[in-house]
């Protein structure tokens, strides 16, 4: 950690004045905009390169500001009881009175909402005083920033400030949920596991039609993908290939190579996943390797976010689902 106190005070005043934090969660680093500001929500777009049809998480102190923005069913209710401060985000019916800027619906009369669960990211809320709009902190596509490096690395001076919390706890995005009255629906998996999710609300998560899928950036079938290939299920590394390994599957004579755990723990690999993506990524560059081959990885608790983010970095780039 080394930010400094007077930090958030800058950090809040940038927001305030229309400007762009990288601001640490415990899933993965935010840019932050004001978002009740539509010129702030605009720069987040441009500064990501990101096309402006993918809506935006605005993050709160907590359910109580959720409310100004959208309307809360009784199951809403139960899963922000649930997973407020979390790793949870909450697609609800907007309300027609909100004060978000309609950039970060992109068109849908929806709004996805979540509290964060880490300090900074608290007191940025507080002291600036805002719904903070926040995606990833890093350009569109690409691997998502779990530290301030890997922020400064992707967004550069197109960020106007970052706040360094140290590497990000749990290191995937946010499980994002779709509650429709009586129905939830998984968009997206991340840092909540399912079986958590599907225990609170005593039923299954349905899984979304096939019609909702393209809103969802994270959806479409080439993200969070280094430079290299990507090879999945592998059990050692070819020639010209690094290796990311998962517990006892691991080849320590490949070229460059990693281990997301040695132990075989999940919520542990979870946390080095991108930054390990990141690391092998440039050691390819520089070596000349063509790809990375990664080990299988269980799809129990977090594992099932870690597979769906492998299976979007493996994709064909630039094809869309
Ligand atoms: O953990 C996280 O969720 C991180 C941290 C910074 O909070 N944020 C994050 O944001 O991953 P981003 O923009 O990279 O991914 C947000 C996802 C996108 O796939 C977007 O399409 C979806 O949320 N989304 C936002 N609003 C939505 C809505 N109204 N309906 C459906 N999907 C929505
Ligand atoms: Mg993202």
Redesign the pocket.
């Known amino acids: 950690m080394t930010h400094r106190p007077e930090d958030i005070a800058r950090a809040a005043d940038i927001i305030r004045a229309g400007g762009l934090v990288a601001m640490p969660?415990e899933?993965?680093?935010?840019l932050a905009a004001d978002a009740t500001n539509d010129a702030a929500v605009a720069r987040i777009f441009d500064a990501k390169g990101?096309p402006t049809f993918?809506?935006?998480?605005v993050?709160v102190t907590g359910a109580d500001m959720a409310k100004r923005y959208a309307s809360f069913p009784p199951l809403a209710e139960r899963l922000a009881d649930a997973f407020w401060p979390g790793?949870l985000?909450l697609?609800l019916p907007r309300r027609r009175d909100s004060a978000l800027s309609l950039l970060?619906?992109?068109g849908?009369d929806?709004?996805?909402l979540?509290s964060?669960n880490h300090a900074l990211a608290r007191q940025l809320l507080k002291a600036a005083d805002r719904p903070l709009a926040?995606?990833?902190?890093n350009r569109s596509g690409s691997i998502?920033p779990t530290t301030a490096d890997h922020v400064r690395q992707s967004l550069g001076d197109r960020v106007d400030f970052v706040l360094d919390g140290g590497p990000c706890p749990v290191g995937v995005?946010?499980t994002?949920v779709?509650v429709d009255g009586a129905r939830a629906l998984l968009?997206?998996p991340?840092?909540v596991a399912r079986a958590a999710i599907e225990d609170v609300i005593g039923a299954n998560l349905e899984n979304p039609p096939q019609a909702?899928k393209p809103?969802?950036?994270?959806?479409l079938a080439s993200h969070y993908a280094p430079t290299v290939g990507v090879r999945l299920n592998a059990e050692t590394a070819e020639d010209g290939e690094a290796f990311l390994g998962f517990g006892a599957v691991m080849d320590e004579a490949a070229a460059a190579a990693r281990n997301l755990s040695q132990s075989g723990d999940i919520s542990e690999a979870a946390a080095n996943l991108f930054a390990m993506l990141r690391a092998l990524d440039r050691e390819c560059q520089e070596r000349g390797l063509a790809a990375i081959a990664v080990a299988p990885v269980p799809a129990d608790g977090l594992g099932e976010a870690i597979n769906d983010r492998l299976k979007r970095a493996a994709a064909p780039r630039g094809r869309k689902v």
């Open positions: 969660t899933t993965v680093y935010g990101r993918n809506p935006l998480i993050h790793a985000t697609v970060v619906s992109a849908l929806t709004v996805a979540r964060p926040a995606p990833s902190a998502s995005e946010s994002i779709k968009l997206r991340g840092g909702e809103q969802a950036p994270g959806m």
